[in-house]
């Protein structure tokens, strides 16, 4: 597995074309797949409630056709949006209006929501624009959850926000990143010791320092 790093992150969201900027961020910043992100319609985005409801997936097809289905089972889902990634959804809407009598948040040819590989040449275009290598669209996910792990999320957190049908297959894929216990062991007494030191992280030598010792 491979994870981003939030400076590669920052870079790619920072080159990328306007209306892809919006596409990367549903993939490091809400978890989408590249079909979930593809399938996104205005009226999914519930502006108010800072929501989105994933309801539907792109997949190509022969020929180089698109068929718009359900997503995979357990992956429909309602997901929470930070307050800035509203305002970066809302803002090519803002600019470019309305896209598509399907009022798709990306398109491709026509009215129909981007192919895979449209999508996939947005990407490399991005990538190589950010001077970076070696980085999967898919590699977002990975991002998201890391980050979700890092805050704090429990398990059942994580695999709704990411749509697994179940919480062993979110194990299975991120166990490794949750604290161990001796992680939390020694994290307690460090935040203990900054709470009580009114400082983070000093030493008996800095304090005895401080007290002429």
Not at 6 to 28: N, S, W
Not at 95 to 112: P, R, V, Y
Request: net charge positive.
């Amino acid at each position: 597995m491979s994870i981003p790093t939030p400076e590669q992150v920052g870079q790619l969201m920072a080159v990328a074309d306007q209306r892809f900027q919006p596409f990367i961020a549903l993939c490091a910043f809400v978890g989408l797949r590249l079909g979930e992100a593809a399938g996104v319609q205005l009226g999914d985005v519930d502006f108010l409630r800072k929501s989105l409801r994933v309801s539907r997936q792109v997949q190509h097809v022969n020929g180089g056709a698109i068929d718009i289905r359900a997503p995979k089972y357990g992956s429909e889902r309602l997901v929470y949006l930070a307050d800035s990634l509203v305002n970066a959804l809302a803002e090519p809407i803002v600019a470019h209006g309305k896209t598509g009598k399907g009022l798709w948040l990306f398109t491709g040819e026509a009215d129909d929501p981007p192919h895979q590989n449209t999508v996939g040449y947005w990407w490399r275009k991005t990538l190589r624009d950010a001077g970076c290598s070696g980085i999967k669209l898919h590699d977002l996910r990975h991002f998201y959850a890391s980050g979700l792990i890092a805050a704090g999320c429990d398990v059942v957190t994580v695999q709704r926000s990411l749509g697994h049908a179940k919480a062993s297959t979110t194990l299975n894929t991120y166990a490794h990143l949750w604290p161990t216990a001796e992680d939390r062991t020694r994290k307690a007494p460090e935040s203990i010791m900054s709470a009580s030191l009114r400082q983070p992280a000093a030493t008996f030598a800095e304090l005895a320092a401080n007290r002429g010792e």
